[in-house]
């Protein structure tokens, strides 16, 4: 079983075995006969996720691979007739690794269109700086702000996040995920403090019209630049500067303002304003001045107001909690950033481009989405961010389903996605060169399955309103195949030796560097699991997502009314999977009462100094000694892993095994 692009393929009732080396609840009736009528509402006949536009699916995968292919042939002739010497099946494994599943795109749904499309076109976009707004668009114009910083006795200028430049306090207190933030930073002396509004009027053009106020109390220069991002095609070089003037061919523009403190600035942007609008002066006057501090005053209402609404929490904690709540929100949704670029995909050892690149190019994509850093990691991380829509969709369910639509458009034709994403040159700037390449044979854990699982027991439990549950549906429904793909990639890439187990491929086997080899697939990149990495091994966390995944796919069939062939192999797939005893039986220690890894393992392992022969000279590296040897075994660390049958409810409500699960928890 592959993980192909065709959308018939069904999962085992088992998982299959590989032996590779390591490299919810029944929906009511009612409820069930309101998405069905949705479902007919939005076209005649048969067009779920398994008959498209009457097409059956196995056409429609050829033609969707045939056409990638067609485009394809260009690129790869570069190095056909190497890979060729080496055999066609490794050029056809390279293919499908770039080439986009073939199946309808999540954000060609007509509910991310029109309105929602132009309320979301501006925004805070940029998390890897200070302060940085863009659209939505590959070009975009791109806007930002620089200051001068005094530290130590010395200037320096501000603009990307960096823990280097010390600053105690930069963050968000406030922010909607639409068109309202307010951030407050600290540097050394500076309170700075930068509020942004965005608002569609009379006379607007697309995506309306934004605002940034910047206020400052200490004597400091703040420019704020304009740029066009025009893909760093430069258009002259050598010595350059910047004269009071511009020039047909200028695609940045940088406004320098010196002020005293306490001072206020208030910049503007119109939209569509190129030509005569007699509405100018009014939109500029209602986003400066008395009129813009009044906006501002009512959008901080109307957060806090929303916050408390939602999560209920004012008359559970106090204020100084609440604040931390809110800012913990608001730097969730003010780090929601849009990116456009190409992955780097390695290619099969000892193959390289006539370029000398060993990689190639994912299709280009555009990705919005949370970050888990601003100043470390501002960029896509697939793991990380099913943890962020957990809260994201209770805030904004609609902006919830349009990051987890861009997540899901960048499945390849095998049903994989790249966990890291790398895209454009600002995500590009924060990664080492060694950690660049994404290998097409490392997963990730697959957390969207958590929103996803909330979304549907939503409907169930009738959380949303009836606009919403209509457009959840819908939205279930496209990505049903997508997480089908998905699922299948598991199943057949990372499955273990034996029928039912699986483990996280990719660990270094060879490596004498660390003392327990990272699982940087897993997500918990340095949890220690068994010493020595074979295909023996089994990880109790993934047969846990393997779990969620199957649950979840399950339910969406059965309150869809999708195929029922599918549906009945998910179903013996969640049986097989959330079988107590087996679970036990795989992992389960029962003198310490926890679930552990299993592999080839020894905790009689060290680092210690070696003098080794380097040429003609003799260096120190630190190395791992084995002091015993390894064999196969539970691996005896109780910590995250070992909550995960606990966190995933694979543990019965009423066994001894889960009062010492409970009590490890001390």
């Not at 403190?261 to 503007?268: G, R, Y």
Request: net charge neutral.
């Amino acid at each position: 079983m592959t993980g192909g692009g065709s959308s018939t393929r069904r999962p085992a009732a088992a998982a299959r075995s590989r032996g590779r080396p390591s490299d919810a609840s029944e929906p009511e009736p009612d409820v069930r006969r309101a998405a069905a009528a949705a479902a007919r509402r939005r076209g005649r006949g048969d067009h779920g996720p398994l008959r498209l536009l009457d097409i059956s699916p196995r056409t429609l995968a050829l033609l969707g691979i045939a056409v990638v292919s067609v485009a394809f042939v260009a690129y790869t002739s570069g190095w056909w007739e190497e890979v060729e010497a080496e055999g066609a099946a490794t050029l056809r494994t390279v293919m499908r690794s770039v080439t986009p599943l073939p199946a309808p795109r999540m954000m060609d749904l007509p509910q991310f269109q029109g309105d929602h499309k132009e309320s979301l076109y501006w925004g805070t976009y940029r998390p890897n700086v200070y302060l940085g707004i863009r659209s939505r668009t590959p070009l975009s114009l791109i806007a930002g702000l620089m200051w001068i910083g005094l530290k130590n006795g010395q200037y320096f200028l501000r603009h990307v996040c960096q823990d280097s430049d010390e600053l105690s306090t930069y963050g968000w207190t406030a922010h909607d995920g639409r068109d309202y933030g307010h951030q407050v930073l600290v540097d050394h002396g500076l309170l700075l403090t930068t509020s942004f509004l965005k608002e569609k009027g009379e006379g607007s053009g697309y995506g309306g019209d934004w605002a940034v106020r910047l206020d400052a109390n200490s004597e400091r220069t703040i420019w704020k630049f304009t740029e066009l991002d025009s893909n760093q095609q430069a258009m002259q070089t050598g010595n350059l500067n910047l004269p009071d003037m511009t020039e047909d061919s200028s695609n940045i523009m940088v406004y320098q303002v010196s002020i005293k403190a306490p001072a206020q600035i208030d910049i503007v942007f119109l939209s569509g304003s190129a030509s005569k609008n007699p509405t100018i002066e009014e939109r500029v006057s209602k986003l400066t001045g008395p009129m813009l501090s009044a906006r501002l005053e009512s959008k901080q209402k109307e957060f806090e107001e929303r916050y408390d609404q939602i999560f209920n929490l004012n008359n559970k904690i106090d204020s100084k909690e609440l604040s931390v709540g809110r800012a913990a929100l608001s730097n969730l949704l003010g780090g929601v950033g849009y990116f456009y670029g190409q992955s780097k995909i390695a290619l099969p050892k000892g193959f390289t481009q006539k370029s000398g690149d060993k990689y190639i190019p994912y299709w280009p994509a555009a990705l919005y989405t949370a970050v888990p850093s601003r100043s470390f990691f501002p960029r896509g991380f697939l793991w990380d961010e099913g943890f962020h829509q957990l809260v994201i969709w209770r805030w904004d369910v609609h902006i919830s389903m349009d990051i987890i639509g861009h997540w899901l458009d960048l499945l390849n034709s095998d049903g994989w996605i790249p966990r890291e994403q790398i895209l454009g040159a600002e995500a590009l700037s924060k990664v080492p060169e060694e950690f660049v390449l994404q290998y097409a044979s490392n997963g990730n854990p697959p957390t969207l399955f958590l929103a996803i699982r909330d979304l549907a027991s939503g409907i169930h439990a009738k959380q949303f309103s009836d606009d919403e549950a209509e457009k959840i549906s819908t939205f279930l429904e496209r990505a049903y195949i997508r997480l089908n793909s998905w699922f299948q990639w598991f199943n057949s890439t990372q499955s273990g030796k034996y029928e039912g187990t699986f483990y996280w491929h990719g660990r270094d086997n060879m490596t004498t560097r660390e003392l327990n080899p990272k699982t940087l697939t897993s997500g918990l990149d340095d949890y220690p699991r068994a010493s020595h990495p074979n295909d023996e091994e089994r990880h109790v966390d993934l047969r846990c997502w393997m779990l969620l995944a199957t649950n979840c796919i399950r339910s969406i069939a059965e309150f869809l009314k999708m195929d029922s062939a599918l549906e009945k192999d998910y179903y013996k797939m969640s049986n097989q999977l959330s079988d107590f005893g087996t679970l036990n039986k795989l992992h389960l220690d029962d003198k310490i009462g926890a679930y552990f890894d299993y592999g080839n393992h020894t905790e009689k392992v060290r680092l210690r100094w070696y003098d080794v022969q380097d040429r003609d000279t003799m260096r120190r590296e630190l190395l791992r000694e084995t002091l015993q040897p390894p064999q196969l075994q539970l691996v005896p660390h109780v910590g995250y892993v070992s909550l995960f049958p606990f966190m995933m409810g694979a543990i019965p409500p009423v066994c001894s095994v889960l009062l010492s699960v409970c009590l490890s928890l001390q």
